[in-house]
């Protein structure tokens, strides 16, 4: 059983169709999407007919459950007001069918991988999508988080950052994101944008687990150039950040 995992595409299609470009050249069983699909980027409906098209499982992710029934944004700076203003647009941009797909996204999602072997997806953690799991967390709070769920693979997003750690008999992964990748600068300052998607794909063969963390670059010309089609608001803000 080969699964594809994906996540935080946040309405990058350019970089979800080089992820996909790259999948149909392989057998995979089955992708898998964990939430935050549409919001914070310039293409939210186009992502989201993709996955429609798809037809694969989804999770709901923290921005998903925003548009659907948006709260407060908390605006500290300039930039979080930015933010606010882009995620509207980006709601904005969405059609009744598309908030129907939307509704359609589940909390958690669960595949079975062969013999007693499964693979439970969630965005932040199976308890909430807000959670954030992280390699340092500690196993008592990642004890809380996932309750009584338990599999042979745990996977989640949410956090932008790949992971691979142990817990208990489970393994935790965090795909990364396909479509707002971060990349600390050594000394600190801004987190950088590569223009490259993060996902991974999980495989189970004769009780053996196997697990590939892939980035495939693209164009940053295609993306700025997708940006520029729009009338997102703080387009330029929005790009200066990518490399």
Excluded at 216 to 227: H, K, N, T
Aim: hydrophobic share 40%; with cysteine.
């Amino acid at each position: 059983m080969r699964v594809a995992i994906l996540s935080d595409i946040h309405g990058n299609l350019v970089a979800l169709e080089a992820v996909l470009s790259e999948l149909a050249c392989e057998p995979i069983d089955q992708v898998v999407c964990l939430g935050d699909v549409a919001v914070l980027g310039p293409q939210p409906r186009q992502v989201v007919g993709r996955l429609r098209d798809l037809n694969c499982p989804v999770v709901m992710g923290n921005t998903d459950a925003w548009v659907l029934n948006p709260w407060p944004h908390e605006t500290r700076d300039e930039d979080s007001v930015r933010v606010k203003e882009v995620e509207e647009w980006c709601a904005a941009q969405l059609t009744a069918a598309d908030l129907d797909t939307l509704r359609t996204f589940q909390p958690t999602i669960e595949i079975a991988l062969g013999g007693d072997a499964t693979l439970l997806g969630y965005h932040g953690s199976p308890h909430s999508y807000h959670d954030v799991m992280r390699v340092t967390t500690p196993d008592e709070e990642i004890g809380r988080m996932v309750g009584g769920r338990r599999a042979t693979v745990m996977a989640g997003g949410h956090t932008h950052r790949p992971m691979l750690r142990r817990f208990e008999t489970a393994t935790l992964i965090n795909p990364g994101s396909v479509g707002l990748p971060f990349e600390v600068q050594p000394g600190g300052g801004r987190p950088r944008n590569p223009t490259w998607a993060e996902y991974a794909v999980v495989t189970w063969q004769d009780g053996r687990l196997s697990v590939d963390f892939r980035r495939v670059p693209y164009d940053l010309a295609e993306l700025q150039a997708a940006v520029r089609a729009t009338n997102m608001p703080h387009a330029e803000w929005w790009l200066q950040d990518w490399t």
